[in-house]
Nanobody, 126 residues
């Protein structure tokens, strides 16, 4: 019902920056809570960042606080993840998500995420 397409991944040296984008379609974007997860090889997907439909509230995993910034442009139906001071441990496939509940994205509430993108690879070299 909601289609999410990520872009902007790639290879970057430690200390560098990348900006991921996620374009959404299929519903009114301004009504969607949005976020990012990531999955490293051999590990489960983990929460990275989330933003409310209004953009007034943002949340971050402790591991990325102060380095990553989530934002959205409702006129362009797009959510962004600016990643600075990248570390090798940030290497993962990054997934854009949307959900009716912000609490579900930040994992305060259990249950499945409503929609997932296909993922974009981020590789940080040491």
């Amino acid at each position: 019902q909601v289609q999410l397409v990520e872009s902007g991944g790639g290879l970057v040296q430690a200390g560098g920056s990348l900006r991921l984008s996620c374009a959404a379609s299929g519903r009114t974007f301004s009504s969607l809570n949005m976020g990012w997860f990531r999955q490293a090889p051999g590990k489960e997907r983990e929460f990275v960042a989330a933003i409310s439909w209004s953009g007034d509230s943002t949340y971050y995993a402790d591991s990325v606080k102060g380095r990553f910034t989530i934002s959205r442009d409702n006129a362009k139906n797009t959510v962004y993840l600016q990643m600075n001071s990248l570390k090798p441990e940030d290497t993962a496939v990054y997934y854009c998500v949307e959900d009716r509940s912000l609490r579900t994205i930040v994992r305060i509430s259990g249950g499945p995420i409503d929609s997932w993108g296909q993922g974009t690879q981020v590789t940080v070299s040491s």
